[in-house]
């Protein structure tokens, strides 16, 4: 079982649409919650940091339920601009922090 | 404030040779991650480097070293190549090792084995 796990995608939506991601992580020792977005060839880039009590910024809100080992990203209003990879990623406990990628579910806003 | 910056940008080599690719951590970081994302996959974590030592390591054969130096720019090194090791080559700096820390990405190298 793979450490991060995301629904590939694609995701195709119409402009203004909400969409939803999910992901589960399988180590529950994990301590810090990310999504990145990474446009095509090119590097992935922070989104937001994910908070037990949920946070937004904008028109995307994050979610982690720690119970369920389990982490949301909804983006409303989806913009052409927003069309991407979304990648869910978690901070490994141990002495490098390293971060663990899920694969990415690609996310394509259509006019 | 200069970003991370990696290079070469693209490079293609054949089974069996080695390579190293180069990163230029951002100003005021003190730690690099290398990663390996191969085609339609989320970048895996090869190995830190923090003030000059290896500080963790991935899942990746001894083929694969590092290196950091003074001014915390660094070095990835792969030797005895094989074609599974095609992939974008990431790396990744950020302020300190904690993993609190947002990691910025360099653009990456795009390895081709033939």
């Known amino acids: 079982r793979k450490e991060v796990e995301q629904d590939p995608g694609p995701f195709n939506v119409p402009e203004g649409a909400t969409v939803a991601f999910n992901c589960t992580y399988s180590?529950?020792?994990?301590?810090?919650f990310f999504w990145y977005r990474q446009d095509c060839r090119k590097e992935p880039k922070l989104l937001m940091s994910?908070?037990?009590s949920g946070n937004e910024d904008g028109r995307f809100t994050a979610q982690l339920n720690r119970a369920s080992q389990y982490i949301s990203l909804l983006i409303r209003d989806s913009k052409l601009s927003d069309s991407a990879t979304y990648l869910c990623?978690?901070?490994?406990?141990?002495?490098?922090?390293?971060?663990?990628f899920g694969s990415g579910t690609q996310l394509t806003v259509l006019p | 404030e200069t970003g991370v910056t990696q290079s070469p940008t693209h490079l293609i080599k054949t089974r069996g040779q080695q390579v190293t690719l180069r990163c230029s951590s951002q100003?005021?970081?003190?730690?690099v991650s290398w990663y390996q994302q191969a085609l339609g996959q989320g970048p895996q974590f090869i190995f830190q480097?923090?003030?000059?030592?290896?500080?963790g390591r991935g899942n990746f054969p001894p083929r694969f070293s590092g290196l950091q130096f003074p001014n915390y720019s660094s070095e990835l090194n792969v030797n005895a190549l094989e074609l599974d090791d095609s992939a974008l080559y990431l790396c990744?700096?950020?302020?300190?090792?904690?993993?609190?820390?947002?990691?910025?990405f360099g653009p990456g190298t795009r390895l081709t084995v033939l």
């Open positions: 990744a700096s950020s302020p300190g090792h904690q993993g609190t820390n947002e990691q910025f």
């Open positions: 180590n529950s020792a994990s301590q810090s």
């Open positions: 994910v908070y037990s």
């Open positions: 990623v978690v901070n490994s406990p141990g002495s490098a922090r390293q971060l663990t």
């Open positions: 100003s005021g970081h003190n730690t």
């Open positions: 480097y923090y003030r000059e030592e290896e500080n």
